[in-house]
Nanobody, 115 residues
Framework: QVQLVESGGGLVQAGGSLRLSCAAS????????MGWYRQSPGKQRDMVAI???????NYVDSVKGRFTISRDNAKNMVYLQMNSLNPEDTAVYYC?????????WGKGTLVTVSS
């Protein structure tokens, strides 16, 4: 069973930076598309960034130029570097894996950006 564990969330002032990390259990990173989603109170969970097993990336327009997703296949880790944060980025951020048609989710890490 896949286990995804996020870390790195917290409280930051507007304009600041945070780096989220996601550790994936087991030897299951191969062929997996990884990603970060976020959910604000009262809103649906939306894609923030994804990275394929080949390293191709895609971002939601609102974070382009500010966020960078990366992965370390040797360590089964995926990261989200978030710069120039603003209060609209406040949300619970979830790590996501898609592997052979199966979705897996972490429990989330809270990011709060104060104005």
């Amino acid at each position: 069973q896949v286990q995804l564990v996020e870390s790195g969330g917290g409280l930051v002032q507007a304009g600041g930076s945070l780096r989220l990390s996601c550790a994936a259990s087991g030897s299951i990173f191969d062929f997996a598309t990884m990603g970060w989603y976020r959910q604000s109170p009262g809103k649906q969970r939306d894609m923030v960034a994804i990275i394929t097993s080949g390293g191709r990336t895609n971002y939601v327009d609102s974070v382009k130029g500010r966020f960078t997703i990366s992965r370390d296949n040797a360590k089964n880790m995926v990261y989200l570097q978030m710069n120039s944060l603003n209060p609209e980025d406040t949300a619970v951020y979830y790590c996501y894996m898609l592997r052979f048609g199966v979705n897996s989710w972490g429990k989330g890490t809270l990011v709060t950006v104060s104005s």
